[in-house]
Antibody, heavy 128, light 113 residues
Framework: VQLVESGGGLVQPGRSLRVSCTASGFTFGDYAMSWVRQAPGKGLEWVGYIRSKAYGATTEYAASVKGRFSISTDASEYIAYLQMNNLKTEDTAVYYC????????????????????WGQGTRVTVSS | DIVMTQTPLSLSVTPGQPASISCKSSQSLLHSDGKTYLYWYLQRPGQSPQLLIYEVSSRFSGVPDRFSGSGSGTDFTLKISRVEAEDVGVYYC??????????FGQGTKVEIK
């Protein structure tokens, strides 16, 4: 399993940026994917999640990014995307993509429960 | 959201000695399916996180058996039986009972004396 993030960089507040995660070594379409970020000198913060196609490819987002960030995948290219709009200085972080494993369902809604493989991360700096 | 609280926040250990990290959750992590959704990760310096333990006590593939997890309900512990130099880094616990969000502890930094 290999996950490689790309697309990070310096961006001004209010602008947009899309980062990518290219996967290899597993059947990408069979897995959910997630994005986790780490601000400088801080801990881990979950950002967003996309279910596999088998579970509807629906998404979930942290409250801090909901309405501004969106996740999508291109199963044919084995790529997951994190589109970040209206960026704020507090979005400055290293962004990691991860493969999500396990399934837990509550009623009709299912979630992966853990992240078993992570990329090396891509750094996003939001500053004027 | 469930809050995960780790103690201590830092730990200095002599090689070959044991180490223990505590993680407490603000709500029980025991699901009605009988599983407890508590995980441990290690982030070595300059690296991305790696999964060590899933569902409280199961070691992930390739994780040395000097790592062990225990606990139930809201109180959990990660133990390293004999610390080695490669165990240096920041350890995080994570919950997956009440989603979203997946939430992590603040991290415990382990260094070698």
């Amino acid at each position: 399993v290999q996950l490689v993030e790309s697309g990070g960089g310096l961006v001004q507040p209010g602008r947009s940026l899309r980062v990518s995660c290219t996967a290899s070594g597993f059947t990408f379409g069979d897995y959910a994917m997630s994005w986790v970020r780490q601000a400088p000198g801080k801990g881990l913060e979950w950002v967003g999640y996309i279910r596999s196609k088998a579970y509807g490819a629906t998404t979930e987002y942290a409250a801090s990014v909901k309405g501004r960030f969106s996740i999508s995948t291109d199963a044919s290219e084995y790529i997951a995307y994190l589109q970040m709009n209206n960026l704020k200085t507090e979005d400055t972080a290293v962004y990691y993509c991860s493969r999500a494993r396990g399934v837990r369902c509550s009623g009709a809604t299912c979630y992966s429960t853990y992240f078993d493989s992570w990329g090396q991360g891509t750094r996003v700096t939001v500053s004027s | 959201d469930i809050v995960m609280t780790q103690t201590p926040l830092s730990l200095s250990v002599t090689p070959g000695q044991p180490a223990s990290i505590s993680c407490k959750s603000s709500q029980s992590l025991l699901h009605s399916d009988g599983k407890t959704y508590l995980y441990w990760y290690l982030q070595r310096p300059g690296q991305s996180p790696q999964l060590l333990i899933y569902e409280v006590s199961s070691r992930f593939s390739g994780v040395p058996d000097r790592f062990s997890g225990s606990g139930s309900g809201t109180d959990f512990t990660l133990k390293i039986s004999r610390v080695e130099a490669e165990d240096v880094g920041v350890y995080y616990c994570m919950q997956a009972i009440q989603l979203p969000p997946w939430t992590f502890g603040q991290g415990t930094k382990v260094e070698i004396k």
